[in-house]
């Protein structure tokens, strides 16, 4: 790929990554990072694969962002993948999704290592931004 074409997604995908960031998600950006990440993994942790889409956009990032602000109970750690950029990081961390088709955007989350609770984009696409969030105040509920 030319260096122009990669800056220039760099810089379109800038603000879709910075609206997860400023809600307290760490991005984990190679393979490496996510499984330094989940070999410490304690307590729960609320996984975020980005994307660029619409989906995405409009209804997964909100969700996620409104239900960590709102939520009572909360995950111990946030942080994402971004489906698309950093596809070797993105598909480090599926392979903890064990037994769930690749989903993007899709969330998790994890117990440990395991997956108590996932929203796959067929969970996102065609739902309001307000039921995505009450589908992981839910989970958090339970699980945190």
Not at 9 to 18: F, T
Request: proline fraction near 4%; include cysteine.
């Amino acid at each position: 790929m030319s260096m122009a074409y990669e800056e220039y997604m760099k810089q379109m995908v800038k603000p879709m990554r910075e609206e997860l960031v400023r809600t307290g998600f760490q991005e984990l950006l190679t393979p490496e990072e996510v499984e330094q990440f989940m070999e410490k993994a304690e307590g729960t942790t609320l996984v975020v694969v980005n994307s660029v889409c619409g989906c995405a956009a409009g209804l997964a990032r909100p969700a996620a962002t409104q239900a960590v602000l709102r939520a009572e109970k909360r995950p111990d750690h946030l942080v994402t993948v971004f489906a698309g950029q950093e596809k070797e990081a993105t598909a480090k961390m599926r392979e903890y999704f064990e037994g769930l088709e690749p989903s993007s955007p899709s969330m998790a989350l994890l117990k440990g290592k395991e997956v108590v609770h996932f929203i796959h984009r067929y969970d996102i696409e065609d739902h309001s931004m307000e039921a995505i969030m009450e589908n992981l105040l839910a989970a958090f509920e339970a699980h945190c």
